[in-house]
C-alpha cells in the first residue's frame, strides 16, 4: 500500500518532526509512507472572508497537483467522520482488499481545506470535534496509520 500525507506547510518543531519521523520508520515495515508539503499561502493575520477563500483555493490547487487519478483521498476535517481506531483500521483493510493501492489523507492549513479538495475527496475523516494545530496533526495520523497497520495484523501495540 502506497500512503501519501499531503500537508500544507513546512514543519518547523524539531519534537513533532521527531515523532513523525519515528512512526514513518516503524510504518515502513507495512506500507510505503511519503509526507509531502505543499507551501502555505502567505497572507496577513487579518482576513476577510474572500481573502480567506482566496488563500484556501491557492493552496488547494498546490495539494490537487500532488494527487493522482488513481488515488482514494481521504480530507482531515472538523466536520467529516469520527471512527475508533479499530474502524479506521478495518476501513483501510477494505480499501486495500478491494484495489484501492494508493490512498492520500488530507491536512490543510490553518484556514483549512478548499471546496476543490474536499469535492476531490473520497471521504473525510475529523479525529475529535476540537480544533488541533495542523502540524500536530502529522504526529496524530501517522500513529493511527501505524496503529490500523498493528490491528490489522493482530499485532501488540494497541490496547
Known sequence: MNISIITVGKLKE??????????????????????IEV???????????????????????????KIGQD???IALAIDGKMKSSEQMAADLDKLATYGKSKIAFIIGGSLGLSEAVLKRSNEKLSF????????????????QIYRSFRINRNEPYHK
Open 14 to 35: 524539531k519534537f513533532l518532526k521527531q515523532g513523525i519521523d519515528e512512526y514513518v520508520k516503524r510504518l515502513s515495515a507495512y506500507a510505503k509512507i511519503d509526507i
Open 71 to 73: 488515488t482514494y483521498v
Open 128 to 143: 475529535s470535534k476540537m480544533t488541533f494545530p495542523h502540524q500536530l496533526m502529522r504526529l496524530f495520523l501517522v500513529e
Open 39 to 65: 507551501p502555505d499561502e502567505k497572507a496577513p493575520e487579518v482576513l476577510s472572508e474572500a481573502e480567506m477563500d482566496q488563500v484556501k483555493e491557492k493552496e488547494g490547487e498546490r495539494i490537487l497537483a
